[in-house]
Protein backbone atom coordinates (compact mmCIF):
# COMPACT_ATOMS: atom_id res chain seq x y z
CA UNK A 1 0.00 0.00 0.00
CA UNK A 2 1.41 3.76 -0.95
CA UNK A 3 1.91 5.70 1.86
CA UNK A 4 -0.49 8.64 2.73
CA UNK A 5 0.85 12.19 1.49
CA UNK A 6 0.58 14.11 4.46
CA UNK A 7 0.92 17.99 4.73
CA UNK A 8 1.53 19.92 7.58
CA UNK A 9 -0.50 24.48 7.69
CA UNK A 10 1.39 26.40 10.33
CA UNK A 11 4.88 24.66 11.34
CA UNK A 12 5.46 27.33 14.36
CA UNK A 13 5.89 24.85 17.69
CA UNK A 14 3.41 22.13 17.47
CA UNK A 15 3.33 22.09 13.48
CA UNK A 16 6.77 21.24 13.61
CA UNK A 17 6.16 18.01 15.99
CA UNK A 18 3.75 16.98 13.89
CA UNK A 19 6.71 17.50 11.19
CA UNK A 20 8.90 15.18 13.12
CA UNK A 21 6.19 12.60 13.68
CA UNK A 22 4.90 12.78 10.28
CA UNK A 23 8.47 12.39 9.05
CA UNK A 24 8.84 8.73 11.09
CA UNK A 25 5.48 6.89 10.36
CA UNK A 26 5.79 4.18 8.37
CA UNK A 27 2.42 4.69 6.90
CA UNK A 28 2.61 7.78 5.99
CA UNK A 29 4.85 10.24 3.87
CA UNK A 30 5.30 14.09 4.99
CA UNK A 31 5.01 15.69 1.46
CA UNK A 32 5.35 19.26 2.35
CA UNK A 33 4.93 22.34 4.41
CA UNK A 34 2.88 25.64 4.42
CA UNK A 35 3.05 28.41 6.75
CA UNK A 36 1.73 32.40 6.16
CA UNK A 37 6.07 33.28 7.50
CA UNK A 38 7.86 31.81 3.98
CA UNK A 39 11.12 32.03 5.48
CA UNK A 40 10.59 30.30 8.74
CA UNK A 41 8.51 27.77 6.81
CA UNK A 42 11.47 27.38 3.88
CA UNK A 43 13.56 26.26 6.90
CA UNK A 44 11.37 23.87 8.25
CA UNK A 45 10.97 22.40 4.58
CA UNK A 46 14.92 22.08 3.97
CA UNK A 47 15.19 20.41 7.34
CA UNK A 48 12.88 17.92 5.97
CA UNK A 49 13.72 17.67 2.23
CA UNK A 50 9.98 18.83 1.84
CA UNK A 51 8.60 21.39 -0.67
CA UNK A 52 7.43 24.47 0.59
CA UNK A 53 4.24 25.98 -0.52
CA UNK A 54 3.32 29.70 0.34
CA UNK A 55 -0.27 29.08 -0.89
CA UNK A 56 -1.99 26.94 1.18
CA UNK A 57 -4.16 25.84 -2.12
CA UNK A 58 -0.62 24.49 -3.87
CA UNK A 59 0.07 22.54 -0.76
CA UNK A 60 -3.67 20.71 -1.02
CA UNK A 61 -3.16 20.44 -4.59
CA UNK A 62 -0.03 17.78 -3.43
CA UNK A 63 -1.35 15.73 -0.42
CA UNK A 64 -4.68 13.49 0.46
CA UNK A 65 -4.18 14.97 4.39
CA UNK A 66 -3.36 17.73 5.98
CA UNK A 67 -2.38 18.58 9.64
CA UNK A 68 -4.08 22.15 10.23
CA UNK A 69 -1.59 23.61 12.91
CA UNK A 70 -1.95 27.22 13.14
CA UNK A 71 -3.36 29.68 15.49
CA UNK A 72 -7.07 28.91 16.25
CA UNK A 73 -8.52 32.03 14.67
CA UNK A 74 -7.66 30.67 11.59
CA UNK A 75 -8.75 27.15 12.02
CA UNK A 76 -12.40 27.75 10.63
CA UNK A 77 -11.46 28.96 7.21
CA UNK A 78 -8.66 26.82 6.70
CA UNK A 79 -10.54 23.26 7.64
CA UNK A 80 -13.43 24.27 5.45
CA UNK A 81 -11.06 25.23 2.74
CA UNK A 82 -9.42 21.66 3.04
CA UNK A 83 -12.91 19.33 3.30
CA UNK A 84 -13.94 22.24 -0.24
CA UNK A 85 -11.13 20.82 -2.37
CA UNK A 86 -11.79 16.98 -0.28
CA UNK A 87 -8.87 16.19 1.52
CA UNK A 88 -8.69 14.58 5.25
CA UNK A 89 -7.74 17.26 8.21
CA UNK A 90 -6.90 17.04 11.52
CA UNK A 91 -7.59 20.13 13.31
CA UNK A 92 -5.52 20.96 16.03
CA UNK A 93 -7.48 22.08 19.18
CA UNK A 94 -9.92 23.96 19.74
CA UNK A 95 -11.69 23.07 17.11
CA UNK A 96 -12.31 26.54 16.23
CA UNK A 97 -12.80 29.92 18.07
CA UNK A 98 -16.27 30.36 18.26
CA UNK A 99 -18.80 27.76 19.07
CA UNK A 100 -20.95 28.73 15.77
CA UNK A 101 -18.26 28.14 13.69
CA UNK A 102 -17.21 24.27 14.80
CA UNK A 103 -21.26 23.28 14.56
CA UNK A 104 -20.86 24.50 10.94
CA UNK A 105 -17.56 22.77 10.60
CA UNK A 106 -19.05 19.91 12.62
CA UNK A 107 -22.18 19.41 9.85
CA UNK A 108 -19.49 20.33 7.10
CA UNK A 109 -16.99 17.45 8.14
CA UNK A 110 -20.03 14.88 8.38
CA UNK A 111 -21.51 15.54 5.37
CA UNK A 112 -18.12 15.40 3.49
CA UNK A 113 -17.52 11.49 4.23
CA UNK A 114 -13.63 12.98 4.67
CA UNK A 115 -12.00 11.75 8.25
CA UNK A 116 -11.78 15.27 10.18
CA UNK A 117 -9.78 14.98 13.65
CA UNK A 118 -9.40 17.09 16.45
CA UNK A 119 -6.20 17.17 18.27
CA UNK A 120 -7.25 16.33 21.85
CA UNK A 121 -4.16 14.75 22.30
CA UNK A 122 -4.87 13.41 25.86
CA UNK A 123 -7.20 10.69 24.32
CA UNK A 124 -4.12 8.91 22.71
CA UNK A 125 -2.45 9.59 26.31
CA UNK A 126 -1.34 5.50 27.13
CA UNK A 127 -2.12 6.58 31.10
CA UNK A 128 -5.73 7.66 30.00
CA UNK A 129 -6.12 4.72 28.07
CA UNK A 130 -5.02 2.13 30.77
CA UNK A 131 -7.56 4.67 33.79
CA UNK A 132 -10.53 4.27 30.92
CA UNK A 133 -9.88 0.69 31.32
CA UNK A 134 -9.57 0.14 35.30
CA UNK A 135 -12.35 1.75 35.67
CA UNK A 136 -14.89 0.24 33.21
CA UNK A 137 -16.13 -2.00 36.10
CA UNK A 138 -16.29 0.68 38.61
CA UNK A 139 -19.04 2.54 40.02
CA UNK A 140 -17.09 6.47 39.84
CA UNK A 141 -18.86 9.03 42.12
CA UNK A 142 -16.61 11.97 42.03
CA UNK A 143 -13.24 12.75 39.93
CA UNK A 144 -10.86 16.11 40.09
CA UNK A 145 -9.14 16.96 36.53
CA UNK A 146 -5.97 19.48 37.34
CA UNK A 147 -3.87 21.26 34.46
CA UNK A 148 -1.75 23.46 36.16
CA UNK A 149 1.04 25.28 34.86
CA UNK A 150 3.71 28.24 35.45
CA UNK A 151 3.34 31.21 33.53
CA UNK A 152 5.70 30.58 30.44
CA UNK A 153 4.74 28.24 27.60
CA UNK A 154 0.96 28.95 27.08
CA UNK A 155 -0.82 30.50 24.20
CA UNK A 156 -1.92 34.07 25.89
CA UNK A 157 -4.02 35.01 22.80
CA UNK A 158 -6.79 32.41 24.37
CA UNK A 159 -7.74 32.33 28.10
CA UNK A 160 -6.86 29.09 29.69
CA UNK A 161 -10.32 27.77 29.53
CA UNK A 162 -9.95 27.79 26.05
CA UNK A 163 -6.12 26.74 25.82
CA UNK A 164 -5.75 24.17 28.72
CA UNK A 165 -9.25 23.53 30.27
CA UNK A 166 -10.31 22.28 27.02
CA UNK A 167 -8.24 19.19 27.14
CA UNK A 168 -9.87 18.36 29.87
CA UNK A 169 -13.67 19.08 28.62
CA UNK A 170 -12.81 16.48 25.99
CA UNK A 171 -11.61 14.31 28.56
CA UNK A 172 -14.47 14.53 31.30
CA UNK A 173 -17.25 14.15 28.28
CA UNK A 174 -15.40 11.24 26.83
CA UNK A 175 -14.82 9.31 30.93
CA UNK A 176 -18.34 10.19 31.79
CA UNK A 177 -20.48 9.55 27.86
CA UNK A 178 -22.86 12.06 28.87
CA UNK A 179 -22.67 16.29 29.13
CA UNK A 180 -23.41 17.91 32.56
CA UNK A 181 -26.81 18.97 34.18
CA UNK A 182 -24.88 21.93 36.00
CA UNK A 183 -21.84 23.98 35.74
CA UNK A 184 -20.42 26.13 38.34
CA UNK A 185 -17.32 28.08 37.78
CA UNK A 186 -15.63 30.38 38.99
CA UNK A 187 -11.85 32.26 37.76
CA UNK A 188 -9.18 34.44 38.18
CA UNK A 189 -7.12 36.55 36.35
CA UNK A 190 -3.86 36.94 37.41
CA UNK A 191 -1.76 39.04 34.39
CA UNK A 192 -3.52 38.55 31.25
CA UNK A 193 -6.18 40.33 31.50
CA UNK A 194 -8.53 37.53 30.87
CA UNK A 195 -9.17 34.25 32.75
CA UNK A 196 -5.66 32.84 33.88
CA UNK A 197 -7.16 29.97 36.78
CA UNK A 198 -10.44 28.32 36.39
CA UNK A 199 -11.90 26.21 38.67
CA UNK A 200 -15.42 24.50 37.19
CA UNK A 201 -17.71 21.81 38.73
CA UNK A 202 -19.74 19.68 37.27
CA UNK A 203 -22.77 17.27 37.85
CA UNK A 204 -24.24 14.97 36.30
CA UNK A 205 -27.39 13.17 36.18
CA UNK A 206 -26.48 10.14 37.48
CA UNK A 207 -24.98 11.89 40.48
CA UNK A 208 -21.25 11.95 40.08
CA UNK A 209 -19.25 15.20 40.77
CA UNK A 210 -16.24 16.63 38.87
CA UNK A 211 -14.01 19.25 39.38
CA UNK A 212 -11.54 20.79 36.78
CA UNK A 213 -8.67 22.81 37.45
CA UNK A 214 -6.48 24.99 34.78
CA UNK A 215 -4.10 27.53 35.68
CA UNK A 216 -1.08 29.08 34.10
CA UNK A 217 0.51 31.02 37.35
CA UNK A 218 1.09 27.16 39.11
CA UNK A 219 5.40 27.22 39.22
CA UNK A 220 4.63 23.51 38.76
CA UNK A 221 3.28 21.56 35.83
CA UNK A 222 0.72 19.20 36.78
CA UNK A 223 -1.45 17.07 34.57
CA UNK A 224 -3.63 14.40 36.65
CA UNK A 225 -6.62 12.95 37.27
CA UNK A 226 -8.09 11.33 40.64
CA UNK A 227 -11.26 9.19 40.64
CA UNK A 228 -13.07 8.55 43.80
CA UNK A 229 -15.13 5.36 43.16
CA UNK A 230 -17.30 2.75 45.21
CA UNK A 231 -14.65 0.16 44.51
CA UNK A 232 -11.10 2.77 45.20
CA UNK A 233 -9.15 5.46 44.73
CA UNK A 234 -7.44 6.09 41.43
CA UNK A 235 -4.79 8.28 40.80
CA UNK A 236 -3.87 8.68 37.10
CA UNK A 237 -0.52 11.12 36.43
CA UNK A 238 -1.11 12.11 32.63
CA UNK A 239 2.53 13.63 32.78
CA UNK A 240 4.34 11.04 33.92
CA UNK A 241 2.13 8.15 32.83
CA UNK A 242 1.47 6.22 35.95
CA UNK A 243 -2.16 4.95 37.47
CA UNK A 244 -2.30 4.13 40.89
CA UNK A 245 -5.24 2.28 42.05
CA UNK A 246 -5.72 2.24 46.33
CA UNK A 247 -7.74 -0.61 47.21
CA UNK A 248 -10.25 -0.47 49.89
CA UNK A 249 -8.73 -0.52 53.13
CA UNK A 250 -9.33 -4.34 54.98
CA UNK A 251 -10.64 -3.57 58.77
CA UNK A 252 -9.51 -6.75 60.22
CA UNK A 253 -5.95 -8.04 61.88
CA UNK A 254 -4.06 -10.15 59.90
CA UNK A 255 -0.54 -11.32 59.73
CA UNK A 256 1.49 -11.87 62.55
CA UNK A 257 4.98 -11.20 62.01
CA UNK A 258 7.85 -13.23 63.49
CA UNK A 259 7.73 -12.07 66.93
CA UNK A 260 4.27 -13.05 66.98
CA UNK A 261 3.16 -9.52 67.27
CA UNK A 262 -0.15 -8.61 65.25
CA UNK A 263 -0.59 -6.14 62.36
CA UNK A 264 -2.70 -4.47 60.66
CA UNK A 265 -3.39 -4.78 56.53
CA UNK A 266 -4.11 -1.39 56.34
CA UNK A 267 -4.97 -0.71 51.93
CA UNK A 268 -3.33 -1.96 49.13
CA UNK A 269 -1.51 -0.03 46.18
CA UNK A 270 -1.30 -1.47 42.79
CA UNK A 271 0.93 0.49 40.03
CA UNK A 272 -0.80 -0.35 36.67
CA UNK A 273 1.46 -1.38 33.86
CA UNK A 274 1.96 1.70 31.12
CA UNK A 275 3.33 1.40 27.91
CA UNK A 276 5.32 4.68 27.35
CA UNK A 277 4.55 5.83 24.18
CA UNK A 278 3.85 9.30 22.49
CA UNK A 279 0.82 10.47 22.56
CA UNK A 280 1.30 12.53 19.61
CA UNK A 281 2.53 9.36 17.41
CA UNK A 282 -0.39 7.66 18.73
CA UNK A 283 -2.69 10.34 17.56
CA UNK A 284 -1.60 11.05 14.20
CA UNK A 285 -1.34 7.01 13.38
CA UNK A 286 -4.84 7.05 14.33
CA UNK A 287 -5.69 9.60 12.05
CA UNK A 288 -3.45 7.89 9.12
CA UNK A 289 -4.97 4.70 10.09
CA UNK A 290 -8.49 6.31 9.92
CA UNK A 291 -7.84 7.41 6.20
CA UNK A 292 -6.13 4.47 4.73
CA UNK A 293 -8.78 2.43 6.01
CA UNK A 294 -11.79 4.25 5.67
CA UNK A 295 -13.11 4.51 9.02
CA UNK A 296 -14.21 7.45 11.05
CA UNK A 297 -11.80 9.04 13.60
CA UNK A 298 -12.43 8.30 17.56
CA UNK A 299 -11.91 11.74 17.99
CA UNK A 300 -13.74 13.54 15.52
CA UNK A 301 -15.46 17.36 14.30
CA UNK A 302 -18.51 16.52 16.41
CA UNK A 303 -15.97 15.74 19.86
CA UNK A 304 -14.29 18.57 19.38
CA UNK A 305 -17.42 21.01 19.67
CA UNK A 306 -18.93 18.97 22.64
CA UNK A 307 -15.28 20.21 24.15
CA UNK A 308 -15.59 23.49 22.78
CA UNK A 309 -19.45 23.87 24.45
CA UNK A 310 -18.34 23.32 27.60
CA UNK A 311 -15.80 25.00 27.26
CA UNK A 312 -18.30 28.22 26.69
CA UNK A 313 -20.90 27.09 29.20
CA UNK A 314 -17.42 27.41 31.66
CA UNK A 315 -16.30 30.58 30.37
CA UNK A 316 -19.72 32.26 30.66
CA UNK A 317 -20.12 31.50 33.99
CA UNK A 318 -16.70 32.74 34.87
CA UNK A 319 -17.06 35.80 33.37
CA UNK A 320 -20.12 36.72 34.98
CA UNK A 321 -17.50 37.18 38.43
CA UNK A 322 -14.29 37.42 37.51
CA UNK A 323 -11.94 38.43 40.07
CA UNK A 324 -9.58 40.23 38.81
CA UNK A 325 -6.13 40.02 41.46
CA UNK A 326 -3.94 42.76 41.34
CA UNK A 327 -0.49 41.30 40.31
CA UNK A 328 1.22 44.59 40.99
CA UNK A 329 0.26 44.88 44.52
CA UNK A 330 2.67 43.77 47.23
CA UNK A 331 3.05 40.14 48.17
CA UNK A 332 1.84 39.94 51.84
CA UNK A 333 4.86 40.65 54.32
CA UNK A 334 7.15 37.64 54.27
CA UNK A 335 7.30 36.46 58.64
CA UNK A 336 10.39 38.60 59.90
CA UNK A 337 13.26 36.07 60.64
CA UNK A 338 13.65 34.71 64.36
CA UNK A 339 16.01 37.25 65.82
CA UNK A 340 18.89 35.40 66.79
CA UNK A 341 19.84 35.29 70.52
CA UNK A 342 23.43 35.66 71.65
CA UNK A 343 24.56 32.84 74.17
CA UNK A 344 26.34 34.93 76.83
N1 LIG B 1 -2.51 19.60 21.31
C1 LIG B 1 -1.71 20.32 22.04
O1 LIG B 1 -1.26 19.90 23.11
C2 LIG B 1 -1.31 21.70 21.54
C3 LIG B 1 -0.18 22.32 22.08
C4 LIG B 1 0.18 23.55 21.59
C5 LIG B 1 -0.60 24.17 20.62
N2 LIG B 1 -1.72 23.56 20.13
C6 LIG B 1 -2.56 24.20 19.12
O2 LIG B 1 -1.82 24.26 17.90
C7 LIG B 1 -2.14 25.45 17.21
C8 LIG B 1 -0.85 26.22 16.91
O3 LIG B 1 -0.20 26.55 18.12
P1 LIG B 1 1.36 26.88 18.16
O4 LIG B 1 1.70 27.02 19.59
O5 LIG B 1 2.14 25.91 17.33
O6 LIG B 1 1.37 28.32 17.45
P2 LIG B 1 2.61 29.06 16.74
O7 LIG B 1 2.27 30.51 16.78
O8 LIG B 1 3.91 28.61 17.34
O9 LIG B 1 2.59 28.54 15.24
C9 LIG B 1 1.57 28.84 14.32
C10 LIG B 1 2.18 28.89 12.91
O10 LIG B 1 1.10 29.05 11.98
C11 LIG B 1 1.51 29.98 10.97
N3 LIG B 1 0.31 30.55 10.36
C12 LIG B 1 -0.51 31.51 10.83
N4 LIG B 1 -1.52 31.73 9.97
C13 LIG B 1 -1.34 30.91 8.91
C14 LIG B 1 -2.04 30.67 7.71
N5 LIG B 1 -3.17 31.34 7.42
N6 LIG B 1 -1.56 29.76 6.84
C15 LIG B 1 -0.41 29.07 7.12
N7 LIG B 1 0.31 29.27 8.25
C16 LIG B 1 -0.15 30.15 9.14
C17 LIG B 1 2.37 30.99 11.73
O11 LIG B 1 3.24 31.69 10.86
C18 LIG B 1 3.13 30.08 12.70
O12 LIG B 1 4.36 29.59 12.15
C19 LIG B 1 -3.14 26.22 18.09
O13 LIG B 1 -4.45 25.94 17.66
C20 LIG B 1 -2.91 25.63 19.47
O14 LIG B 1 -4.07 25.69 20.27
C21 LIG B 1 -2.07 22.33 20.58
Known sequence: ????????????????????????????????????????????????????????????????AVSLVTPTPQHFDLAMRCLALGKHVLIEKPITQTLAQAEQLALAAEASGLVVQVGHIERFNTAYIELKNVLENMQVLSANFRRLSPTEGSNFDVDVVLDLMIHDTNLVLDLMGQEPTWVSAHGLSVFSGTIDHAVAQLGFATGQLITVTASRVTENKIRSIDVTARQSYVECDLLNKSVLLHRHTIGEYLNHNHRGVKYRQESIVERIQIPFFESLFLELQHFVDCVLEGHPSSVAARDGLQALRLVDTIRADILRQLVVVDAQAALPAQPAAPERVLAR
Open 1 to 64: MQPLKVGVIGVGRMGQRHCRVYANLRRAQLAGVCDANAQYGRQVAQQYDVPFYADVDELLANVD
